[in-house]
């Protein structure tokens, strides 16, 4: 670096050079080239090994990279940062310069890994405003050793103030449309397209475009004009169509159990309905062409389930579709090469509904992008727990890329590439490799978890589907902490009956073996609506939603407990959890539930289990008011920190307009996790925080020091967890813990968590 003492002449060099180029700018016609230039020249004059400036765009709320010297050029106009997200964004919405000497120290500090800025841990990021006009931000970076100074900061301030009033000329000069989001061209040039991520993983396979209003292969009006077939060609083509649904089912259910019988079966049941293929059968048998019979029932029933006010049933109309489809394939005999081929390509489409998803993974696509946002949080855990990467970009006009199209889906840096090049397409394959020779890895997880200075520590995990309970006991977890149920009412368009839910939690438990076991009843919310569900309301986080949906239908809740306790007949560690629970009378009610349906089971001479540890949720603040009487009643607690963060702090997470807002380190939270272990703590009852918290390795020494003993999270992060934990004494954890809680700023915390000392 240079010596300090010729630092300003260098730096007032710079200024004289950026005076020449604001000149130069009124008769330039390429903004990208002069930005490249201001870019070149920051880096030259501040010995900076990475210099990059970021425009902002006011209508849409982003800063996109616009130049860089350093970093992947491939990024520039496709990385985009909200206001506040990361450092970057963090100096435009302050309007302050941010310097560090090792960035992602910071917690602000937010990796983008399509940037490749690994290793320029020295950082010094200043807005480019005009007043409050907030225009852009200048980047310089270094790496570890070689900090900036507080010259550096002024000098950079400077020039910032000259650059500020030449872009905002360029933009009037140039007529620069930064509102209108880049087209897809045509031609076999790469374009790259940023998404957000919401389920990871990675994807390279030719685009099947999905367009709005279901499957492009629409019911054709009339097969090929020499076709001709029979009855008995009807009668052998719903044959066909059983054994396909059936090695459907056979092949889905090796994934995903749950979904299996609740999915086809319904579709089996209609081919035999006398309303649906027995109709056309008469029809045939009255002397209409088999094809017409089929599409004259089919197109009655998709008009009739279509125009019904109720959603379940317009549902069906697309269980109807299907089948007439597959029925008509098979009836005029069409070769298997003709029929649509979703195996290894990358669906694209404006909306998916959770049987969608599960249709696509029982076809095996290696991925889908979601063009226009329609998706619900059970979707996302569905593509998760499938191992489906998924990814949402705001680009409808992906949804007329041509069928075929080379495409490569990055579910873990965000990124689309339309027709990648081959250097991406050979750093894809080199991640996956590397990705594939990390697994072993996760055998490195021990079986006891204890702090530095030998303290137990349980890890649990949390499971949405049966299929991840294999990988949770490879993984030597203390038990399941909690086993979310909402997944087959989300699946289908009826409440599934106590028998169909049976064999679920059956299956659970006995992969289990005699660990402990957390069964969570019901969680129905605003991001997890049912389809027989008729009610749609305003604000559904604050309406019928859980526990009150459970009190309200108590035969859905009859149902759930009856089949749980069953399930659990010799199963000796079972724990069944009530989420949000609000009151003492609440919990006490559904206490008495499960006592009546052990009586019910008692009566009709089922085996069950008769003495079910009991417990509640807290996610609520009226729950952190009284928990010292609901730590009383209770069995156990659990922590459900998402929903404790959303409405302690009134913050829609699912909302990205006050994403910024959901702070899991805000003194109000912390303050409450503390006030619920104690309470815990005080009545011996076992606390589990299940929330994502959990796994947040800067919060980890913070939950040890409060007392927190047991952690639940999804088994991908176990192995992270696990090493927080050992690296931490239970003495310098409650040391953190006290000095967090004696901040009264989110600013204040920020600082410990940083650096991870007290």
């Known amino acids: 670096m240079a010596q300090r ?61 616009r130049a860089t010297r350093g970093l992947n050029p491939e990024a520039v106009g496709y990385v985009s940062l909200k206001l506040g997200e990361g450092l970057t964004g963090l100096a435009l919405k302050e309007l302050r310069p941010i310097c560090e000497k090792c960035a992602s120290r910071n917690p602000h500090y937010k990796r983008v ?66 509102h209108e989001p880049p087209r897809l061209a045509d031609g076999q040039d790469m374009q790259l397209i940023r998404g957000k991520v919401a389920s990871e993983g990675y994807a390279f396979g030719p685009a099947l475009p999905l367009p709005p209003g279901g499957d ?64 056309m059968a008469s029809r045939i048998q009255r002397g209409e062409a088999p094809h017409a019979a089929v599409l004259a029932v089919a197109r009655y029933y998709i008009g009739l389930f279509s125009a019904s006010p109720h959603a379940y049933l317009r549902e069906k109309a697309n269980d109807v579709e299907d089948l007439a489809k597959r029925i008509l394939a098979n009836l005029v005999r069409q070769p298997a090469a003709e029929q649509p081929e979703r195996a290894g390509k ?81 750093r894809f394959k080199e991640r996956e490799r590397a990705k594939i020779e990390m697994r072993p890895a996760l055998g490195a ?30 993984l030597q977890v203390d038990g399941i902490g909690l086993y979310r149920t909402e997944f087959p009412f989300l699946i289908r368009t009826a409440f599934p009956a106590e028998e169909e839910q049976l064999p679920v939690y059956t299956a ?101 289990c008769e003495n079910p540890a009991v417990g509640l949720m807290v996610e609520m603040p009226a729950a952190v008011e009284i928990i010292d009487d609901l730590a009383r009643e209770a069995d156990f607690l659990s922590i459900g920190t998402n929903d404790l963060i959303q409405y302690f702090l009134a913050v829609d997470r699912a909302n990205d307009r006050v994403a910024s807002y959901f702070l899991p380190h805000h003194p109000a939270v912390l303050r409450a996790l503390r006030r619920v272990a104690e309470a815990a703590r005080e009545r011996e009852r076992e606390i589990t925080v299940c929330g994502e918290i959990a796994h947040d390795e800067r919060l980890i020494p913070f939950l040890l020091g409060i007392g927190i003993r047991s952690l639940s999270m999804d088994p ?27 901040e009264s700023t989110v600013q204040g915390v920020e600082r410990i968590l940083a650096t991870g000392k007290a």
């Not at 002449?9 to 490249?36: I, P, Q, V, W």
């Not at 870019?39 to 970021?54: G, L, Q, R, W």
């Not at 001709?228 to 059936?246: G, K, M, P, S, Y």
């Not at 010799?570 to 009378?585: A, G, Q, T, V």
């Open 5 to 65: 003492g010729s630092t300003p002449r260098k730096h007032l060099t710079l200024l004289y050079d950026m005076g020449e180029l604001a000149a130069l700018l009124a008769g330039s016609a390429d903004l990208e080239s002069f930005l490249r230039r201001i870019v070149e020249m920051v880096a030259k004059h501040f010995d900076a090994d990475v210099c990059s400036i970021y425009l902002y765009d006011d209508k849409r709320k982003l800063l996109t990279l």
């Open 113 to 178: 890994p399509a940037l490749g800025e690994e290793g320029y841990e020295s950082f010094l990021a200043v807005p480019i405003h005009r007043g409050v006009d907030r225009i852009g931000v200048l980047v310089a970076q270094r790496g570890e050793q070689r900090p900036f100074t507080d010259d550096d900061v002024m000098a950079l301030r400077a020039a910032t103030m000259h650059l500020a009033g030449a872009i905002e000329n360029a933009r009037l000069l140039m007529n620069w449309r930064v």
């Open 216 to 279: 492009p292969l629409i019911l054709p009006a009339q097969p090929r004009p020499d076709f001709t077939c029979t009855l008995e060609d009807f009668h052998a083509a719903l044959r066909a169509t059983v054994a396909q649904l059936e090695e459907l089912q056979g092949r889905l259910k090796e994934r995903l159990a749950e979904a299996a019988s609740m999915i086809f079966t319904a579709h089996l049941m209609m081919l035999k309905d006398s309303r649906f293929t027995g109709e």
């Open 445 to 474: 997880i021990r079986p006891e978890t204890r702090s530095a200075d030998g303290v137990r520590v349980k890890l649990m995990a949390n499971i949405n589907l049966l299929s991840e309970v294999r990988l949770a006991m490879d």
């Open 508 to 608: 659970l438990l006995r992969q289990a073996g005699d660990k402990e076991v957390t069964i969570r009843t019901l969680d129905l919310g605003s991001d997890k609506l049912l389809l027989r569900s008729e009610t749609r309301e305003e604000n559904p986080a604050l309406g019928l939603r859980s526990t009150r949906f459970l009190l309200r239908h108590r035969d859905i809740l009859g149902q759930q407990l009856r089949a749980i306790l069953r399930a659990a007949a010799d199963h000796k560690n079972l724990r069944i959890l009530f989420p949000m629970i609000s009151s003492l009378e609440e919990f006490r009610e559904v206490r008495a539930e499960v006592n009546r349906a052990i009586d019910e089971l008692r009566r009709s001479r089922l085996p069950c």
């Open 346 to 426: 990358v669906v694209i489409a404006a909306e998916l509904h959770p049987s969608d998803v599960l249709w696509l993974a029982s076809e095996n696509v290696s991925g889908i992008v979601l063009v226009r946002g329609g998706l619900t949080a059970h979707v996302s855990i569905i593509a998760r727990s499938l191992g489906i990467p998924l990814l949402i970009a705001d680009r409808p006009d992906l949804l007329a890329l041509a069928e075929g199209t080379p495409v490569l889906l990055d579910a873990e840096a965000g990124n689309v590439y339309v027709r990648p090049s081959a250097e991406v397409i050979a």
């Open 716 to 742: 991908n992060h176990l192995l992270r967890a696990q090493t927080a934990i050992m690296s931490v004494t239970i003495a310098e954890a409650e040391r953190l813990a006290e000095a967090i809680l004696a």
